[in-house]
């Protein structure tokens, strides 16, 4: 969140379009992100009650029926997506949400659940928790500010670069504190495949 925000306010302060609107752009952009950290939440749960099951360890969708999971769920993509309704919602916003969702369900659920596919399971969380929403806010709100990126696109293309390398190192460090777990589970994460100490080594 932080790096998103400090982009929003870089935007604003580059911005020549003297808004009124800009701290609802901002509440709406929190809530939609307080949206989208409920939904992968839930969903990474959903995804994770067998491999938990065996790990004994708790896992709240596991815990509640099944209808009560789409209840759940439903409403949170809801307070995701609906605020980009009013912040602006163009096909290219609406490609990168429908990404992003997509993303959640083909890292999580079989038969694709990438996180076990070793490096491509890296690659995919650093993309949807770091990437796409840096893309989609740099987007977004260069348009709702009339910003004009086109002499920007370097000074983007390293912070993207950088918010990768960031996304990767944090899911590498997430996977190495649930090592021993994921391993009893039989979940082929990265770290497990790799070996913890190859790992910590790289």
């Known amino acids: 969140m932080p790096p998103l925000l400090v982009i929003i306010y870089y935007l604003m302060s580059r911005s020549s379009y003297q808004s009124p609107d800009w701290y609802q752009y901002i509440l709406l952009f929190l809530l ?3 949206g989208f950290g409920i939904m992968g939440y839930l969903i ?4 994770d009650i067998k491999e938990n099951s065996l790990q004994q360890r708790p896992n709240f969708m596991g815990s509640i029926p099944a209808m009560w999971r789409y209840v759940l769920t439903l409403p949170a ?3 995701a997506v609906v605020p980009w309704y009013f912040l602006l919602f163009d096909k290219i916003v609406i490609a990168l949400l429908s990404i992003q969702i997509l993303c959640y ?3 999580s659920f079989y038969p694709f659940r990438i996180k076990e596919r070793g490096m491509a399971g890296l ?3 650093a993309i949807y928790a770091h990437v796409l929403p840096a893309v989609l806010v740099i987007y977004a709100f260069s348009q709702l500010g009339h910003v004009d990126l ?3 696109f370097l000074g983007c293309g390293i912070l993207l670069c950088y918010l990768a390398v960031v996304g990767v190192r944090n899911i590498i ?3 190495q504190k649930d090592f021993e777990d994921d391993k009893n589970a039989g979940t082929k994460t990265f770290v497990v495949s790799s070996g913890l100490r190859k790992t910590n080594v790289l």
């Open 173 to 175: 460090m997430h996977q």
């Open 105 to 107: 369900l083909v890292y």
């Open 123 to 125: 690659l995919l969380d």
């Open 77 to 79: 993509i809801a307070v």
């Open 150 to 152: 086109t002499m920007g």
């Open 32 to 34: 939609s992100s307080i």
């Open 44 to 47: 990474n749960d959903w995804a």
